[in-house]
């Protein structure tokens, strides 16, 4: 990774993760993702629980894929955490009613994912955010990919605002879903994140038919 960005002073470059990050990850994980992330909203104190204690997400990091974004004194500020297709979401997801709800998104339109590398999580902290990381983290990421021989990428795209990023890449829609027509077993919505959050979308890059970003 060779880039590197100043804005208000503050001094970040973009690096690969490796397994020693995993620690730092989950500080960073806990203050954005797990916090204000859409599906977030439904975390009741069990799933923070489970959240906070899970180390399944973060042996992703183990894989080599990732990238991160660092300050000159070593702080991880953003992350775009990156996961080899295909995978079991059992192995990945601890909260069982987003497990449930991804699945089923995943069933209204299959997805050929082999030869993928899914952006399984985009986060900035928010003391880092509207600098362009979250952009330039994910410009790193497709690089990354089409470097070591990746067909594609693709990313669930739970928040309005990691849509308009990776369409800004050069991401079409393959799936989409509106929260509000995902109901349980007694008709009620389960997710209702605030404005702009309506849909959760399934965003794909095949390298070989999209335009180059």
């Not at 605002?161 to 349980?184: E, H, M, P, Q, W």
Request: proline share 4%; aromatic share 8%.
């Amino acid at each position: 990774m060779v880039h590197a960005q100043t804005v208000n002073r503050f001094m970040w470059r973009l690096e690969l993760c490796t397994a020693a990050d995993k620690p730092a990850m989950r500080r960073l994980l806990q203050r954005t993702m797990y916090e204000d992330e859409p599906l977030a909203s439904t975390y009741d104190e069990s799933c923070k629980e489970a959240l906070a204690q899970d180390e399944t997400g973060l042996t992703i990091l183990e894989e080599g894929h990732s990238v991160k974004a660092v300050t000159e004194d070593g702080r991880i500020v953003g992350a775009a955490i990156n996961k080899m297709c295909p995978y079991n979401l059992d192995e990945y997801e601890p909260v069982q009613h987003v497990k449930d709800f991804l699945r089923s998104v995943d069933a209204k339109k299959p997805m050929d994912c082999e030869g993928l590398l899914d952006m399984y999580m985009l986060a900035v902290d928010p003391d880092f955010r509207r600098q362009g990381m979250a952009k330039a983290l994910g410009q790193a990421a497709v690089m990354y990919a089409k470097k070591e021989g990746f067909r594609g990428m693709k990313i669930t795209a739970s928040s309005q605002y990691t849509t308009n990023i990776a369409k800004s890449l050069g991401f079409r829609v393959f799936n989409s879903v509106a929260y509000a027509d995902y109901k349980d077993e007694a008709g009620r919505v389960v997710f209702s994140p605030p404005a702009p959050h309506t849909h959760i979308n399934i965003m794909l890059k095949e390298f070989d038919k999209e335009s180059k970003i």
